[in-house]
């Protein structure tokens, strides 16, 4: 039993420091791992099936709304990056560079690339012609990079793994209307499948694509109150296409440019989950993308094993053929121990078995969600198992809702009001969370917010809760109601 304790206690309590909670976890968890190379990480099994999950979920709607993948070169030449002044200035503090190849310095400088619009805006001018070659919607799933003064596994590296959609159209009504429908796959699949309720908005002027016209986002909240942007979708109206000269004759021969979008979401969405759900126990992976849904133990005296395994071998064959993605541990390890393992993994559901089970025709199952242990008829087990994934789904998505309503705060209008609520959050270790404030518009005060509180704007939700009437930095009129919070 001090074993078990053990295990448990070298993950760091939550409140006592949830950065170190967060790296405890995921290294418990055996996710990923550390390399020689600085903000660069290895994706372990299980943390790299995390990331096929989500791929899985978005590439499937990608392509019943008409996208299909490509890919296009790491490299970018510099030449290029400078077509799109806004873009380059965007990106430069982060940019690594390849300057010496085969020995010899390179006649121009080549970017690992952080994004690829300069790029495939190059080859869009080369593809389109005529109106008969719109829309182009091409997305692909790349690796990019961003040297990074702080890293966080998962969350912010210097090299990380994402899709980017790229798309040109005819006129700026499709490229908006491609615009939002990107968004909502991202609310879909972030909401439905990882279990994170988020906010769906446009990103004020600061916060902003470089290059873009307008930027859209879905932001979510993590348990220490601070903000991820889980997605972001940009309206880049004419801006690339001039820059890389894309042009079509429309139907009634005019020669023009396109309008483009771009989108995009990243490996942050594993860092997102797990800072949404888990707790000190160590990770909770909601069903639909957890590697493993239902791990199975054997337990009781090891000279009665075999009359288990005779119930347990079929069971496991049932699930599979079911669909379920079931694990069996069979290590020489002690029941208690492999509970603890399992729970600290995320998994789900747990199912026991032993003699006295076996005597009754039942086994013990365990929901990682609630703690909860139910007894079920082995002949039952399957359909059950099946409910319960779907329940543990549910009710994940609605504990993350009920944190997110819990510690958004819809009555703070001032700036002095804001401080003082950071000041009593600090002062009784409670979570700051986020603030619904009137913004007028003026850069100066958003500014003011940030320099003051180190509370960013999120976004400009398309529903908020309330309306707010007066800016919180300066009190004139608001003209956008904005989420404003710490974030990562």
Not at 69 to 76: G, H, T
Not at 186 to 200: D, F, G, N, S, T
Not at 440 to 467: H, L, M, Q, W, Y
Request: proline share 5%.
């Amino acid at each position: 039993m001090a074993d078990e304790k053990k295990f448990v206690k070298e993950i760091t309590p939550q409140s006592e420091d949830f950065s170190r909670w967060y790296i405890d976890v995921i290294r418990k968890g055996d996710l990923m791992d550390y390399t020689p190379v600085r903000g660069c990480i290895v994706f372990k099994p299980d943390g790299f099936e995390l990331w096929e999950r989500i791929q899985e979920a978005m590439d499937r709607r990608f392509k019943e709304t008409g996208h299909r993948n490509a890919y296009f070169p790491m490299l970018i030449p510099e030449s290029f990056l400078q077509k799109e002044k806004e873009h380059v200035e965007g990106f430069n503090p982060e940019l690594p560079w390849v300057t010496e190849a085969a020995g010899e310095k390179l006649e121009e400088r080549l970017a690992l690339r952080p994004t690829s619009e300069t790029m495939i805006g190059h080859m869009y001018s080369q593809w389109i012609h005529s109106h008969r070659d719109l829309p182009v919607l091409i997305n692909q799933w790349a690796n990019v990079f961003r040297w990074e003064k702080r890293t966080m596994p998962f969350l912010r590296t210097s090299e990380f793994l994402w899709q980017e959609g790229h798309t040109a159209h005819a006129t700026e009504g499709e490229a908006r209307q491609e615009t939002m429908q990107m968004l909502e796959i991202y609310r879909e699949v972030v909401e439905q499948v990882l279990a994170i309720p988020v906010w769906k908005g446009q990103k004020t002027p600061s916060e902003r694509f470089a290059g873009a016209v307008e930027t859209y986002s879905i932001e979510a909240m993590m348990k220490d109150g601070k903000a991820v942007q889980a997605g972001t979708s940009h309206y880049l109206g004419e801006n690339f296409a001039k820059g890389f000269d894309i042009k079509f004759l429309d139907r009634d021969n005019q020669l023009k440019y396109v309008h483009t979008t771009s989108w995009g979401t990243s490996t942050r969405l594993i860092g997102s989950m797990i800072m949404v759900h888990g707790d000190d126990r160590g990770l909770a992976l909601p069903p639909r993308v957890a590697p493993t849904q239902v791990v199975m133990i054997p337990v009781g005296p090891v000279k009665l094993r075999e009359k288990v395994m005779e119930r347990f071998d079929p069971l496991f064959d049932d699930l599979q053929a079911a669909g379920v993605r079931v694990r069996a541990d069979l290590r020489e390890e002690t029941p208690g121990w492999k509970f603890n393992e399992w729970e600290m993994r995320g998994v789900p559901l747990r199912l026991e078995i032993g003699p006295r089970d076996v005597d009754k025709g039942e086994v013990v199952l365990a929901r990682r969600d609630t703690g909860e242990k139910m007894a079920v008829a082995i002949d039952q087990a399957v359909e059950k198992i099946g409910e319960l994934l779907e329940e543990i789904q549910e009710n994940m998505f609605q504990k993350a809702l009920s944190f997110r309503n819990d510690h958004s705060h819809l009555h703070i209008n001032t700036l002095e009001e804001l401080k003082g609520h950071i000041t009593r959050a600090e002062k009784e270790a409670k979570v700051a969370g986020w603030v619904l404030a009137g913004w007028c518009g003026e850069d100066a005060c958003e500014s003011k917010v940030k320099e003051e509180t180190k509370f960013t704007s999120r976004n400009i939700p398309f529903e908020p809760p309330v309306t707010k009437e007066t800016c919180i930095a300066c009190g004139q009129k608001a003209q956008h109601t904005v989420w404003f919070s710490r974030a990562y």
